[in-house]
């Protein structure tokens, strides 16, 4: 917090420099400094101490967007960057051009935002942050003589903006993300798999760590490997499932999330023609949110968007009706409603699109006991593997823990293997919603040209799931 | 970064804090983009800058750290923050810098011409693409892609005594979408490519490759049965399941971790004796090509896999430290982490018959021309789905399949490659034919 002090020179200079330019600008410091750990069989494979700033310049002139962005803070340099940008909408904007921008009037932010941080990062010494990583992968790779190969990995992510708009932006933002990853491969006779777990969340030192155990991961690990290897392959077909809540988080945020940001909507996605339509169970509430909703510090956590709009919880799909899409002020504007606060972007250099927070599916009322008890031939899915969706909402993942259920009793592991199928198809088979709830994407990038820190999850749900065989 | 001489004067900086071994490398650059966003030019923006990586051995310790910033109080900072990292990780005998090796100039890397370029040309090309792919099929829908200009001046010195800069231009343009007809929306495709020279540039070829690929996934099928059998895997699908698990088994730090399938494998067969794969990044006006590596090391054209033989490794200087053998110039990576390992330009040999001839060959089977799913690069078990594949039945294309997903082992299909074809594309950084695989499973959901 020391900074806000530090740098009231910089936010008086972006200040002014807004005030004196004629037309609409934006400006965007951010200064981003990232320490990164990796461990691998007792040595540290790589270390990294990053730090970048610099400032992001949009204009809009006569409808169009310019964008230009400098790593020099020298106001001449900014000055300049700003001439770049305005040559860059002018040549881009031509008389053909159908659809001039404008943007949705809305009252933007003013002030200091920060998420709640339990145990700032920047006072644990390195020291510590080091031990910690030896000392997990040392356990790790002592417990079992199967271990085959270790990899620890420690990264903090620390941002600090400033945004000014001639339109009233006017705010500063401190952000802290710290994550953790854990791999391991292990096996014997020649057979192997590997075991992944990650955590990334919005927060301290001390929030890493009311949701991370490195110990028992580790456990997992061996555990998993180890009925793996008697493990089957499944026999592909389409069956009754439970999926928990990394699944859940994974197919909200890929098959479902993507197709409803505006940006793709007006491109023609599948949701297009699906608002106020039934696309889901009505079991089925998805949510993309900017605070943390249900559980804290999710790992997308963002107060106020890089437009300088507060960000609200969007209710993507209520009670199985399809209710809003995903905005900035430019889509709002063209589909007329409030802009939701998911304009975002990684770095100064990059510009704010449209992007996700943290996107799950609301907790119900069933009990996950139950829902297990309900299913007479079929399968508990965990461990999300990489995901990837497409425009029409078909989606594939990995899943890495396929165990069976047989007459409402929960059995043994089989191999992994991929599930697939249309997400909303997904939705509308769902039966029962259970009333757990977790943010579980992991490490949580979502790439879009540029990077997104984005988190998701929910509860367990049951539905019918296509599962890929051999 | 004006000279090599800033950064002589950062390594000495570092070396007064105390390190022991110093490296420094920067990268200056400038680009011009252009982004295609829901059928139109959306945004041009333009970019500069430079960054500085600096690897430091303090008794073995290493540190590592990077910045855009070129100001000498945050470089001050940022080398005291290394050494602390240093001080505080486990030494590591192997922990070396590399000595200068002579390295050979690698020819039209850098066109002059690109720095004549500005912000019209890349957005005058960025409409003629979306103008002509409009003009193919009106159910094309382009929501993505677009132009970029980089040009870049990249620099390494070294306490050792390397020394080196090099510069390089880069044109990349690409095409998104995907097709809508009616209620009917097709799966995702793209097409893009990267040249290093204005001359170079041919966009309709990108055109008609998207423009086809987009037509093509429309009309869709699923497949209503489950088998196993033959698959005619297309450039982008080997680079998926043939060229990466390949790539990741010859990467030394691998093979010393214990997780590559070929790490006992040198000197033997790992597939049938017309597989030649070559990596080569002293090739000129070629995007992986370059005079040194990441480390300052010379490239050179390495045979991976000659007759179906695993010939070598691929090492930086530390994996071949600890191997004790000599670096392949494999370094990879930039002033933002530490040397990695990687290839070039990567190519497979190309075989005797075109795609026609081998599609009449198969009975029943799939092409693919993506994969899209998991690939376990350790044991080479992969599924996942089809996208843009095509039903194939007593040698001719039956029709294009959605929904189908694959299962098999890569290394097990390497071995046993039935075919390799006479056609072949180059992607980027890679040249590869189609490749014929067999006992594939077939699922249709």
Known sequence: ?470 | MKSNNDLLKIMSLAQKAGADEVEVLSSTFKSFDTKIENNELHLSSFSSGAQVGIRMIKDKRLGFVTTNSLEKNIIGKLIQEGLEIAKNSPSDKFLRLPEPKKTKPVKNLYDPETEKLNIKYAISKTQQMLKKIKKIDKRISVDGGGLEIGISRDRIVNSRGINLSEDDSILIYSIMGFGIDGENVGSFQFAYDAVTSKKDVNIEKVVDEAAKKILNALGAKPLNKTFKGPVLLTPEAVISLILSPIISSVNSDNVQRGISYFKRKLGKRVAPDFLNIIDDGTKPGKIGSSSFDREGMPHKKIHLIKDGILKTFLYNTYTAGKAKKQSTGSATGGPTSIPRIGTTNIYIKPGKRDRKQIIKGIDEGLIVTRFSGNLDIITGDFSGVVKGGFYVKNGSIEFPVTGVMIAGNSYAAIKNITEISKNSKEIITTSTPDILIDNISITAS
Not at chain 1, 237 to 245: F, H, K, N, R
Not at chain 1, 295 to 312: R, S, W
Not at chain 1, 320 to 337: D, M, T, W
Request: some cysteine; overall charge positive; charged content about 25%.
């Open chain 1, 1 to 470: 917090m020391i900074e806000l002090v530090e740098n009231l020179e910089l936010v008086n200079k972006l200040r002014n420099i807004v005030k004196n330019h004629k037309g609409w600008l934006e400006l965007r410091y951010q200064r981003r400094a990232i320490k990164s750990f990796l461990v691998k069989k007792g040595r540290i494979d790589s270390s990294t101490a990053s730090f970048k700033q610099g400032v992001g310049v949009r204009v809009l002139k006569n409808g169009t967007w310019g964008f230009a962005s400098t790593g020099n803070l020298d106001k001449s340099e900014i000055l300049k960057t700003i001439k770049q940008a305005v040559t860059s909408a002018e040549l881009t904007g031509s008389k053909k051009n159908k659809r001039r921008v404008t943007l949705h009037k809305t009252n933007l932010s003013r002030g200091v935002f920060t998420p709640e941080v339990n145990n700032y990062l920047e006072f644990i010494p390195v020291s510590e942050k080091i031990n910690f990583l030896l000392k997990s992968e040392e356990y790790m790779r002592k417990l079992s003589k199967d271990i085959i190969s270790t990899t620890c990995k420690y990264t903090e992510i620390i941002d600090y903006k400033i945004i000014i708009s001639s339109d009233g932006a006017d705010l500063i933002i401190y952000d802290s993300k710290p994550e953790i990853n854990f791999v391991a491969v292990v096996g014997k006779n020649g057979t192997s798999s590997v075991s992944n777990k990650a955590c990334g969340l919005t927060g301290g030192w001390d929030d890493l760590f009311s949701r991370v155990n490195p110990e028992e991961w580790a456990e997992e690990f061996v555990k998993k490997e180890s009925d793996l290897n008697k493990a089957k392959h499944v026999d592909g077909g389409t069956y009754d499932v439970i999926l928990a809540p990394d699944l859940v988080g994974l197919l909200a945020h890929e098959a479902i999330g993507h197709t409803v940001e505006a940006d793709f909507v007006l491109a023609g996605s599948v949701a297009k023609h699906l608002l106020n339509k039934k696309v889901a169970s009505s079991l089925v509430t998805l949510i993309d949110t900017g605070e943390s909703l249900f559980k804290p510090h999710a790992g997308g956590e963002l107060l106020v968007d890089d437009e300088g709009v507060k960000t609200k919880p969007v209710y993507i799909i209520k009670n199985g009706i399809l209710k809003s899409y995903l905005h900035n002020r430019q889509s709002a504007k063209v589909f007329n409603v409030e802009p939701t606060g998911n304009a975002r972007a990684y770095n100064y250099s990059n510009e704010p699109i449209i992007r996700m927070r943290n996107t799950c599916i609301a907790p119900g009322k069933s009990k996950l006991k139950n829902m297990i008890a309900s299913i007479d031939n079929g399968f508990f899915l965990t461990g999300g593997g990489s995901g990837q969706a497409d425009s029409n909402a078909e989606f594939m993942f990995g899943v890495d823990e396929i165990y069976q259920i047989k007459k409402g009793k929960l059995g043994k592991l089989f191999k992994g293997a991929t599930i697939s199928g249309q997400a909303f198809n997904v939705l509308k088979s769902i039966t029962a919603v259970s009333d757990d709830f977790k943010w579980d994407l992991g490490s949580g990038y979502c790439g879009k040209g540029q990077m997104a820190k984005v988190d998701a999850g929910g509860p367990y749900v049951k539905c019918k799931m296509t599962i890929g065989g051999r």
